[in-house]
């Protein structure tokens, strides 16, 4: 738990800073989300110890909640003040702030929606609600657990798909996705359309804004806006990264397979691991999607990225090179 609580909390008093006093603020804000954790898993390229399962990692829920807790404070201060320490000072906290929110901040939203307490799921879906991405709350479990690695699934990237090709794709399409999944979960059960949560998600979403612009006027609804496009990318980036190529054989009644650890791709990096909360430990969290991030595990038989997820993810940003790396792997895993 210190090195997920290092890794996760260092960098919020920093982007604090460089929004209210730039300069070399800023930049450790920016070093700490970037060359730091890099570094450190160049320099540590192998997983943490795997831990064992106990009954609930009180301490990792106790993390989640004050990383949820940090989110609204930082991003209310952003909304409030970025800018006013000078343009260069404000890029350098924007991209640290961003990276921030993309990696902690959805990664713990993405830990929060899947627990079963009422509480820690309502702020789950409230950190994806102010990023103005609160579909994904019904989209990821919904959708995403059931068909991952399917062409069912929108977020699960197909072989040869470029990631700009791609985002279009998942982003529009896990929003329809998990519309017609809470569609059909409230008429199974006889519950009103009203109590849809994409009401929420929306509704939410809107309030935010305004909320927004009345506490930094039209700069501060512009800084969300750009900061919750910045996080929405690296979200999508992650997905992307995470299952691209990889598909689920169907079995003789037309069925994919069970999700196993091939389906998809893991990295070992100690670092951006503990900033992500164990996210890049990816195949045991679908085997397994209610165990809390402390517990999740490497399974030996797991596909390994070559590099840490962060890294892969800026590949991927240049489909070209991307390909030239990713496609030979993928087809290998295929046997082809």
């Known amino acids: 738990m210190p090195l997920f609580a290092l890794a996760t909390l260092l960098p919020v008093p920093l982007i604090a800073a460089g929004a209210l006093w730039g300069g070399l603020w800023a930049v450790a804000a920016l070093a700490s ?3 730091l954790i890099a570094g450190v898993d160049l320099l540590a390229a192998r997983a943490a110890p795997h831990q064992p399962d106990d009954d609930g990692f009180p301490a990792g829920t106790a993390l989640a909640v004050t990383l949820g807790i940090a989110h609204f404070a930082l ?13 260069a000072s404000a890029l350098a906290t924007y991209v640290a702030a961003g990276l921030y929110f993309g990696q902690v901040s959805n990664s713990n939203a993405h830990e929060l929606i899947h627990r079963t307490t009422r509480a820690l799921r309502r702020l789950g879906v409230a950190i994806y609600v102010s990023l103005l991405f609160g579909h994904h709350a019904s989209a990821h479990p919904l959708v995403h657990h059931r068909f991952v690695a399917t062409a069912r699934d929108p977020n699960s990237a197909r072989l040869g798909e470029g990631f700009w090709r791609y985002a279009h794709r998942a982003w529009t399409g896990s929003f329809r996705a998990g519309l017609a999944a809470e569609r059909e979960r409230l008429a199974r059960a006889g519950r009103p359309r009203r109590e849809n949560p994409y009401l929420v998600y929306l509704g939410g979403a809107a309030a935010t804004l305004v909320a927004a612009a009345l506490l930094g006027g039209p700069r501060g ?36 397979e069970p999700v196993a650890p091939g389906h998809s791709w893991n990295s070992p990096h100690p670092a951006s691991s503990a900033l992500m909360l164990n996210a890049p430990r990816h195949s045991d969290h679908h085997a397994a999607p209610s165990r809390a991030y402390p517990g999740l595990r490497l399974p030996p038989s797991a596909p390994m990225l070559p590099r840490s997820l962060p890294v892969m993810a800026c590949l991927a940003l240049w489909p070209r090179a991307w390909r030239r790396v990713m496609d030979p792997r993928v087809r290998a895993l295929a046997g082809e």
């Open 75 to 87: 991003l209310g201060l952003l909304v409030a003040r970025l800018g006013d320490a000078g343009a």
């Open 33 to 35: 989300m970037t060359l």
């Open 221 to 256: 609804a512009l800084v969300l806006l750009s900061l919750a496009a910045f996080a929405q990318l690296q979200l999508l980036l992650s997905d992307y990264v995470q299952h691209y190529g990889l598909r689920r054989p169907l079995r003789p009644d037309g069925r994919p």
